[in-house]
């Protein structure tokens, strides 16, 4: 990896529950943990995937990134600085360099202004350009996620989907941020909407260095992406590793259950592992021993009382499973097909 510029250590998120003054007076106050104890670095340049079925804690780990919310204990930092002690100007710096680009753009973006003035806006926050060099500055970046410059002065309602998405990454974009945090960014779009998106984001990455953390569902989605991932479930990180690697090796169960899952353009491709099954439990009774046993096909009395941690199983690979070495075994590594399109038009 290269240096890293976001550092996550130890991050633990709880949210309180029954939190009436009835509850609170009889001193029931519960919490749902969204996120235990979850680390993980992202480099300079590079994309750290984080997937997981929904409610793994995906989007708390992110919007504790973005400072939305404070973490329940653990560090976040950004450039070697803890992002909840920053000083007026580095929270100011903090926010300019940290952008977020979201799953839905019809609501992400305000339907009462001309596209032109949602990606100007964050111009006149974070810079002193007059009113023409704002205007030049947007027909650059319309060009840059390859919109044409007359979309400036088209209303949201008048986009498709993919063009509302380049507007806001075109916005994410406009004050030079080194860092984006892409939350389920191609979730609501067609699949070969979705791939042109995806060709968009690398080839920006490329020209720009930009690092980015990319939440998702769909394993298949950040495969072309990714430098890494990291598997999430139930609010925490059950196996980390360099994505090539990964996707042809899992050595957790529910990763292999995650990419069985991943839909297939070639049916007479075998695959490996079992679709995943049953629903992803409450976090606020989480199940015994390890999370995931009740939906694992590998597991035995052991994983219904010892929780296995995350720890390196062999090179450039954490897992946390009892049975790693059996799941690991397998050999065969099938394809998970990406569309191959451009990225030019929607
Ligand atoms: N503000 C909140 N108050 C209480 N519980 C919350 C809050 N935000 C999230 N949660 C709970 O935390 C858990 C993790 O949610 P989170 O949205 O981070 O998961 P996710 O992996 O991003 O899933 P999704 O893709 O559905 O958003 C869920 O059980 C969710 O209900």
């Not at 753009?105 to 060099?133: C, F, M, N, Q, W």
Request: glycine content about 8%.
């Amino acid at each position: 990896m290269t240096e890293p510029i976001l550092e996550v250590d130890g991050l633990t998120k709880q949210f309180p529950l029954n939190s009436g003054v009835i509850s609170r007076l009889l001193g029931n106050t519960r919490t749902l943990t969204a996120v235990r104890d979850v680390s993980f670095e992202v480099g300079r340049g590079e994309t750290l995937a984080l997937v997981g079925e929904s409610g793994a804690g995906k989007s708390t780990v992110g919007n504790v990134v973005t400072r939305i919310h404070r973490p329940t204990s653990g560090v976040v930092r950004y450039r070697g600085n803890d992002i909840h002690e920053l000083s007026d100007e580095g929270l100011r710096e903090y926010r300019q360099s940290v952008q977020m680009v979201f799953q839905d753009p019809y609501s992400s973006l305000d339907p009462r202004y001309r596209v032109g003035s949602t990606i100007a806006e964050p111009l006149k926050i974070h810079t002193d350009l007059s009113k023409a060099e704002r205007r030049d500055r947007v027909d650059d970046l319309l060009e840059t996620v390859n919109l044409d410059p007359d979309f400036a002065d088209r209303y949201p309602h008048e986009l498709s989907g993919g063009q509302l998405q380049r507007v806001s990454i075109a916005t994410a974009l406009s004050v030079d941020p080194e860092f984006l945090i892409l939350d389920e960014p191609v979730s609501a779009l067609d699949v070969s909407v979705q791939a042109r998106i995806l060709n968009l984001l690398m080839r920006l990455q490329r020209e720009r260095n930009l690092s980015y953390l990319f939440i998702s569902h769909d394993l298949g989605v950040v495969k072309h992406l990714s430098d890494r991932v990291a598997v999430m479930y139930l609010g925490e990180i059950v196996e980390q590793g360099e994505t090539a690697s990964l996707f042809g090796g899992p050595a957790h169960p529910y990763t292999e259950g995650l990419l069985a899952s991943v839909p297939q353009a070639n049916p007479h491709v075998r695959r490996r592992g079992q679709r995943l099954t049953g629903e992803i439990p409450s976090p606020i009774n989480p199940p015994s021993g390890c999370p995931f046993h009740p939906r694992c096909e590998y597991a035995t009395e052991q994983c219904e009382s010892d929780k296995p941690l995350l720890e390196p199983v062999f090179e450039g690979r954490e897992a946390s499973c009892h049975h790693w070495e059996d799941v690991s075994a397998f050999e065969d590594v099938d394809e998970i097909p990406i569309e191959e399109h451009g990225e030019a038009t929607d």
